[in-house]
């Protein structure tokens, strides 16, 4: 579904990987197999299908499901003992030898069960130093399968890390600023905001900084660091990028969705997903004939969110998230599919409407730049953006950070400008990075306005007054396009 940065599978907690960013890894994937965990003498596991968690156990006397009863009052230290004691030499698991003896239910035991397991899941969130290790397979005929929330599990975890210098040295600098993620996987995940959640989530307006955040909502600073740290931990929180539209609040702190049954949910999913396969994009996100792009993405996120993975995890439908998975994927094809039509109707037009802009294009039709126009086309510093550009040391790390995040359209951004900043001839690759970016960020006009600039070091006089015709269209203020087109 979506792309997350590779992580090795085999590493320590501490140097190579949370075990929030861990799990969350596994469960972009989809990955199916054991997730250990060992600190000491003690070993824990978590079972994953399909990325998402079913499972745990611990060789821990802790974490032992009768130590659980008796902690949460369930049964008494007497009824624990003996219990055990028949477990011993029955050789069968304690769960049925309580539920035989009348201690507890059946209902009960399924309820033990499920806290134990994730009570151990919690429990790894914590270790800050430990070693670990996933090992694709599948999951052993003796695993109970429990369906349960990612996102949940991801949230409680995460809120349960007290360690102040460890969330310090995990988030960003603080003078990062921040932003919702426009990713509905992660922007959607099934979790119950509290008031001061809200609070923290409605001071993150792709303005402020984290210490802004952090400041500006009067609550005791650890506890409004800890909350912005939850959110960053579970990618509800991104680092604000230049290029990025700040996603509306109100698209996360929404109401409730309609309280469909486990059944009729069921059969709106099926329903939907029958027909997947003869639906047109702009039919699968509803929209109607000359739909703009903000209705476009409206209906995006509203699909999106309804019809998110993490609804099945309650379902007794085992197809049901398998359905979800496809209809969210093909959702997301539909998005990228119309976002990219509206970005080559608007390049298509470009060169027509930019001619109104009579100012930023005076004398482009026939100006003396068409030829060796990389004269004076950069920056003073010898870049297209400023301080943006990279030695040619920087080149191979930055293609690094696009191999292992492509879609991050910041990373395409930095690493064009460091291909047409450094010596050599790297314009070929500095167009193709530059063309990534814009695939990612259809709408935004600057870069558009920097791919003109590597057109124009190249040479390429009639392709760099096209690219800052398109800046221009898309943002008519954009002060990069407008001086690229003075410079012809």
Known sequence: MNEEQELPLKGDLQKDASFSRLLAHLRASGRTGTLTVKFGATSKKVYLKDGEAVFASSTSNDDWLGVVLVKTGKISLQQFDYSTEVMKKSGRRHGAVLVELGYITPKELFWAVKYQVKEIIYSLFEYDRAEYEFLDGQIPDEVITLKMSMGS?????????DNLIRIKEELPPVWTTLQLSDD???LFQNVQFSPKDRKILSLVDGQRTIKQVIEDSWFNSFEAMKIVYVFWAIGILTEKKIEDENISLDVLLHEPLPGDGRDAFAAKVAAFHVKLPEMPPGELLGLGPGATAREIKKNYYRLAREFHPERAYDSEED?????????FDAVKR???SLMREQARDAAEGAAVQAEGVKDAISGAEAGPGDKGADDGAFAPDGNAHGNDGKAAGSIEPLREAARREPSNPEHWRRLALALSAA???FSGEAERAMFEAIGLTPFEGDCYAELGYIYLKSGKGQEAKRQFKKALVLDPENRRATEGLKRF
Do not use: H
């Not at 599990?153 to 890390?161: N, P």
């Open 153 to 161: 599990l991801i949230y409680e975890g995460v809120s349960r890390i």
């Open 423 to 425: 010596d050599g001839d």
């Open 184 to 186: 509905p996987l992660k």
């Open 319 to 327: 197809q049901l998230k398998n359905k979800l998975v496809e209809i």
């Open 334 to 336: 539909a998005y990228i």
